[in-house]
Every structure is written in structure tokens, then in C-alpha cells.
């Protein structure tokens, strides 16, 4: 479970994409919901994206996913407005276009195609649905930026380790949100990574884990860059230890786990139903495809697994509609309060790296786009958008081997930056 950070790189192409693909598959057909013909998409110029999202999910395939499927939205708008304090009753989105499109399978066995409602891991992705929910409490009063996370924690989560280099005393909020913590990766922990997503994957898929467990082999590593807890920030670094811990926040605060509040505040007003926290649950609901990895040389299914090793930090399962329609009320203004919007975008702390739960990537055309991606064992998603919502598009791979990034940049510039990619 690499549970990849986004991948700040200097301005020009676009920044945060860890794009995943398996060996070179052959014969997988082009579906999509414009019926276009895999022979009608020109080849795109070597230095140009390609032409089409379409063609830009097939270069994917042919550089190795089993299959890859992208859903854009155009001028969508949430029906209802949202309550003083944000929480809209319901908010369909209606009106605008949308455009579902496959290449590949979903399942090597059976050939199915990927499906618009199909359910998938959406690893890292999580964090934008904890970040928002921390940002509320910020706006509701319950909790500050500045405060340390130790305040807001469960009795018997530990809070020192390595001799005291780390201490949750003093670790504010903020500096988890935006991983400027120094707080170890846990899931390179060698030890631990190795039965994640190493050799020892198999064997150790279906173990359970508990996020005082985890915090406890984080803690118990040297901090990243500045000492963790030390005053001032550390450098950012991106580290999954950061959104454990601010999942035991929000329990501390409300007094009911995370999972319970971000169905409460986000799943249940935004009708968000393809998606979930599974907890110990090592299957994904119907309808969905396989998972895919690549390990030690081997391709191996790995669809089923405990997500009990991602908790906050990457256990949801969605599908490609919920996570447009969460980032059109995120961006468009429906969950945070403006003052909170503008905490989400500040990306001061992390010179431009990331926000506080979402980065923004500027495209080869000059536009700059809002989102977040995940990765966990058989799956890799990203969900970018124009800075109002209005325009969105979420695609997802399913498998975890990274490789070109500059494949998953293709399928954002063919979205956003449809001039810049014309064929041959």
C-alpha cells in the first residue's frame, strides 16, 4: 500500500501525478460512452497530449493498465444551497454535461468492462474528505489551526517516541493538514512495508491493524527533516502518519469515529452512496472490477485486502460520479465556510507543494487545477477541477505500479487544455 504522495514538480508541466500501470497488455478494446472507434483517435505528436481523454486513458492501457476509465463534468451546480454552517440537507448535482469513458478491462479473467458506478480504492484520496471535515470544526469553533493535535486526541493514543524527538504536544493541526508535521511515513517503515504492498503482501493482506499500532511505528522513527514537534515547521514531506493522527482528532472532538462523521457531514447531505469506509472489511461492494499489482516481477490480484492499514489516510471506497460530485461541492463553495476555503488553498507553508488536503497543478496551457490523487494496492485515482468546481474530471487505473507520470498529465491536459493536444 504505497499510498503515494502527489509529486511537486517545477512549473510548467503539470505537477502531482504518480501514474500507475502493470506489464504491456495487448488486444483491450476501447469503450466509451461516445461509441468512437479506437481507429477514428489520431496518434497525438510526441510533444503534444493527446487529442482526446479518450486517447490519453488508451495511452495508458497500452503502456500497461489492465484498464482505466475517466468522468468529466462540465457547469454542474448543487441544487441545494448549503446551511449557515454548511451541511446541506441534500444537493444533487443537475444540469451540465458529463462523459463517462473506459479503455481496457476491469477484470483480466472475464474481460468485463469498467463501469461508470463502479466501486474501487481511492487510497489517498481520503484526506481531502478528512481535511474538510477538520476544516468545519475549525469554522464551527471546536478546534484551531494553531492547536496542538495532542489536545484534541483519544485517551491512550501515544503522543512521544524516539526519545522524545517526537511529541504531539507539539504538532499543531495545520502542520498535519499540510504535512509539514516531520512526523515519519509510516508506510515505509520497512518492516511494516514489506507486508504491505512487498513480498510479504499475500501472506499479510488480510491482517488487521489499529492506528494507535501505526502511530506507534511512525513515532517510533526519527522525524523527517526538522524534528517532529520541534518549534517551527518542518520542510513538507508527505507522510500518511500525518492523517492517522487527524483521524483520531476528529474522534477527540466529536466524540464519534471519523468514518461516522464524514458520512454524517459529507456522505449522507451529498447522496454520495457508492461510497464508504470499510474498516476491517476486506472486500469491495458490487459492482466492481480487480485490483492489480506487481510484486517482486509477479503480477498478483489484489483486489481483496484489510484497509484497516490505510484508516484515514486511504481506506475509502468510491466511484468515479461521487468523487465529482464531492470536489463540485468542495470547490464550489457548499462544505467550508469562505475563510476556510482560503485555509484549504494556502499552500504558503509547503512553498506550492500542497494545501491543506488538496494541491493545485498548473497544465501546459497556463490553466491551474484543484484536487488530490490516491494510490493503494490495485488501484490509482486522481480528481482534478477548475478552482469553482464548475469543471471536474476524476479517472482512475486498476493497478498501483508506478511508472510514466507523464501518461496520467495526459489525461488532465486532454481535459482542461483541449488546444494544446491537436493530432498528427
Not at 37 to 51: C, E, I, M
Not at 264 to 288: C, E, K, N, Q, V
Not at 386 to 402: F, I, K, M, Q, W
Request: hydrophobic share 40%; proline share 8%.
Amino acid at each position: 500500500m504505497p499510498l503515494h504522495p502527489p509529486r511537486p514538480i517545477t512549473p510548467g508541466p503539470p505537477r502531482p501525478v504518480a501514474l500507475i500501470v502493470l506489464a504491456v497488455l495487448a488486444a483491450l478494446a476501447l469503450t466509451a460512452c461516445t461509441s468512437t472507434p479506437l481507429a477514428s483517435v489520431a496518434r497525438p505528436r510526441a510533444v503534444r497530449a493527446p487529442a482526446t481523454t479518450a486517447a490519453a486513458l488508451h495511452r495508458l492501457v497500452t503502456d500497461g493498465a489492465p484498464g482505466a476509465a475517466a468522468l468529466a463534468t462540465r457547469d454542474g451546480r448543487l441544487a441545494a444551497l448549503p446551511s449557515p454552517n454548511h451541511r446541506p440537507s441534500t444537493a444533487p448535482l443537475r444540469g451540465g454535461t458529463s462523459q463517462f469513458t473506459a479503455v481496457g478491462v476491469a477484470d483480466l479473467r472475464s474481460g468485463r468492462k469498467m463501469g461508470r458506478l463502479d466501486r474501487f480504492r481511492a487510497g489517498s484520496l481520503t484526506k481531502t474528505l478528512v481535511a474538510t471535515v477538520v476544516l468545519q470544526l475549525v469554522g464551527e469553533g471546536r478546534l484551531a489551526l494553531d492547536d496542538p493535535a495532542a489536545e484534541h486526541l483519544p485517551p491512550g493514543v501515544p503522543l512521544t517516541g524516539a526519545g522524545g524527538a517526537n511529541d504531539l504536544r507539539r504538532v499543531t493541526i495545520r502542520q498535519l493538514l499540510d504535512h509539514t508535521s516531520g512526523l515519519f511515513n509510516y508506510t515505509e517503515d520497512p518492516h511494516l512495508a514489506e507486508q504491505l504492498y512487498g513480498a510479504g503482501f499475500v501472506a499479510h493482506r488480510y491482517d488487521r491493524h489499529t492506528p494507535t499500532e501505526l502511530l506507534r511505528i511512525a513515532l517510533a522513527h526519527p522525524p523527517t527533516g526538522a524534528t517532529g514537534g520541534s518549534r517551527g515547521s518542518a520542510p513538507f514531506s508527505y507522510s500518511n502518519t500525518n492523517y492517522l493522527v487527524l483521524g483520531l482528532v476528529i474522534q477527540g472532538v466529536t466524540g464519534h469515529s471519523y468514518a461516522e462523521e464524514l458520512r454524517r457531514r459529507i456522505l449522507a447531505p451529498f447522496d454520495l452512496r457508492g461510497t464508504s469506509f470499510p474498516g476491517d472489511s476486506p472486500t469491495l461492494p458490487a459492482p466492481h472490477g480487480r485490483g492489480y499489482s506487481v510484486i517482486d516481477g509477479r503480477q498478483v490480484d489484489s483486489t481483496a485486502l484489510n484497509p484497516s492499514r490505510a484508516g484515514a489516510a486511504g481506506e475509502m471506497i468510491t466511484t468515479l460520479v461521487d468523487l465529482n460530485r464531492f470536489f463540485a461541492a468542495l470547490l464550489g463553495g457548499r462544505l467550508l465556510a469562505p475563510r476556510q476555503m482560503a485555509q484549504l488553498r494556502s499552500e504558503k507553508a509547503t512553498h506550492g507543494a500542497y494545501g491543506l488536503g488538496v494541491y493545485a497543478t498548473r497544465l501546459p496551457c497556463g490553466v491551474t487545477v484543484w484536487g488530490h490523487n490516491g494510490d493503494i494496492n490495485g488501484s490509482y485515482a486522481q480528481t482534478a477541477g477548475t478552482a469553482d468546481g464548475r469543471h471536474l474530471v476524476s479517472y482512475r487505473v486498476n493497478t498501483d505500479d508506478p511508472t510514466d507520470q507523464g501518461d496520467g498529465t495526459a489525461v488532465l491536459t486532454a481535459e482542461f487544455c483541449p488546444s494544446r493536444a491537436r493530432p498528427d
